[in-house]
């Protein structure tokens, strides 16, 4: 299993949703860097279950403890491994589904991959959960891209049908990320928020879920990151982004709308203003030929419904046969408000591996 990611600076996962914990370890991280754990902390309550109606009722404090790479209050340029202890699983919920493929998850393909030796509870390795640890080291790699002033933020801009405006890609303000990051529900218009969360109330009544889409943004990024072909700034943070559960689109400025639009509309009128180069437009989302222009970066990622639902549904089990499940225990109705801290984390360490 490919639990290790990056080439400068490497991340290691490791944990399982009900086991005995989480954890990730970094290698890499300059020494003698002071880490805000409180603003870590914060992160990680970003991200965390069972705070609102809007999210699953497990109760995960994802409170980490350091083992290692860290000493009175900096890292010492060792490996750094946390670990977070899971305290609130409810391992009987799954009993009953050991045998049964849960439609939408990796049951069946984890079960081929690995000989049916997989940890079924929670999705095992597979869950979401595994999500925490990444967030963990973002929150630390958002702290070093700061000296640099590089940050990054964003907002819910889809949720079902549901939709909202998306960032201004030529002029980003700063201080409307910081904002985001202070709001449980974060989008930019609140009417629209309200609407968007009484959608995903309507969904949990139902027994159902939904999906939605998270826009994204790294504002003061310098022009000449990336390595085309195969290391290219997209490569890199779509290699990223698609590694975290639930993730099945991406797409960077325009993207898909590229699709509709004549050469004299997608191309970005470039001039020089105080000595800087700059585009009128921002519809290649900072980007050209893999390699950072100067602009914001601007990317949106696609989050699918939760596949735990607990309306009855067709499905196949170990023997091959076919039976109907209906999936008990605690779930999201939506996952992407959840999943806003988690994008940006894999953001930044893939920009603090180029950089």
């Known amino acids: 299993m490919s639990g290790s990611w990056g080439k ?11 086991g005995k914990g989480i954890g990730i370890t970094i290698d890499g991280l300059p020494p003698g860097f002071a880490i805000d754990l409180a603003e ?17 009722a497990r109760n995960e404090k994802d409170a980490f403890t350091i083992w290692s790479g860290f000493l009175n209050g900096k890292t010492t340029g060792s490996p750094l491994c946390s ?7 409810r391992s009987a919920d799954y009993e009953s589904l050991a045998w049964k493929f849960r439609p939408g998850h990796a049951d069946y393909t984890g079960s081929i991959k690995y000989n ?3 940890d079924l509870r929670g999705g095992g390795h597979f869950s979401g959960r595994l999500t925490a640890p990444l967030v963990f080291a973002g929150a630390i790699v958002k702290q070093l891209l700061r000296q640099q002033n590089i940050h990054i933020g964003s907002h819910i801009q889809r ?16 201080t409307i990320l910081e904002q985001l990051k202070t709001k449980s529900f974060p989008v930019l218009d609140p009417a629209v928020g309200e609407s968007m969360q009484q959608c995903i109330l309507s969904a949990k009544t139902a027994g159902d879920s939904v999906g939605g889409i998270i826009e994204a943004t790294v504002i003061h990024l310098p022009a000449g990151l990336g390595d085309p072909f195969f290391d290219s700034l997209e490569s890199t943070l779509a290699h990223l982004l698609f ?5 099945k689109g991406v797409e960077f ?14 191309n970005d009128a470039m001039y020089s203003k105080d000595n800087v180069v700059v585009t009128s437009t921002n519809h290649n989302g900072g980007i050209l030929g893999g390699i950072s222009n100067g602009m914001p970066l601007i990317f949106r990622v696609a989050i699918k419904p939760t596949p735990s639902i607990s309306l009855e549904q067709s499905t196949v089990n170990a023997k091959g046969e076919n039976v109907s499940i209906t999936v008990e225990g605690r779930h999201d109705p939506c996952i992407v408000h959840r999943a806003i801290p988690v994008i940006e984390a894999a953001a930044a360490m893939a920009i603090w591996d180029v950089l």
């Not at 670990?83 to 699983?89: F, G, P, R």
């Not at 400025?253 to 997608?266: K, L, V």
């Open 8 to 18: 400068k600076v490497q991340y290691t996962i490791f944990g399982e949703s009900h």
């Open 159 to 174: 949720i079902a049908s549901i939709s909202e405006s998306q960032f201004d890609a030529v002029t980003i303000d700063q």
């Open 253 to 266: 400025g325009a993207g898909f709308a590229f699709a509709q639009m004549r050469g004299s509309e997608a």
């Open 116 to 118: 049916h030796f997989n």
């Open 83 to 89: 670990i977070i202890e899971n305290k609130d699983q």
């Open 243 to 247: 590694s975290i559960p639930a993730v």
């Open 40 to 56: 870590v902390t914060r992160e990680l309550e970003r991200r965390a279950p069972g705070k609102s109606p809007l999210s699953t």
